[in-house]
């Protein structure tokens, strides 16, 4: 599986971004898919993560309420909206995809990455 993650930029805190990771490789929907983010001189940390049928979600602490992970199993994408963004959500996001279709939380249990995007919230 090949993961593409794209959507990130600089924003003002409070503002929007919509982050997308378009999979190729296999069928899609095999695949419970994830979202991290890694800050500079930080670990790789669970963001988001959705169930291969798309029917479950679950999110960490500090996005839940601001943050939509959502998945187009016809088109092979996975979403991340992100809104009120705040500075601390600067980071460097990473969409992953499992060999399961159930998700996991941890970084270890996913077996395919995307190469990165940057967000940046400025105050």
């Known amino acids: 599986v090949q993961l593409q993650a794209s959507g990130g930029g600089l924003v003002q805190a409070g503002g929007s971004l919509r982050l997308s990771c378009a999979a190729s490789g296999r069928t899609f929907s095999n695949y419970a898919m994830g979202w991290f983010r890694q800050a500079p001189g930080k670990e790789r940390d669970f963001v988001a993560a959705?169930?291969?049928?798309?029917?479950?979600?679950y999110y960490a602490d500090s996005v839940k309420g601001r943050f939509t992970i959502s998945r187009d199993n016809a088109k092979n994408t996975v979403y991340l909206q992100m809104n009120s963004l705040k500075p601390e959500d600067t980071a460097v996001y990473y969409c992953a995809a499992r060999s399961a279709t159930y998700y996991g939380f941890r970084a270890s249990e996913y077996d395919y990455w995307g190469q990165g995007t940057q967000v940046t919230v400025s105050s």
């Open positions: 959705i169930s291969g049928s798309g029917g479950s979600t």
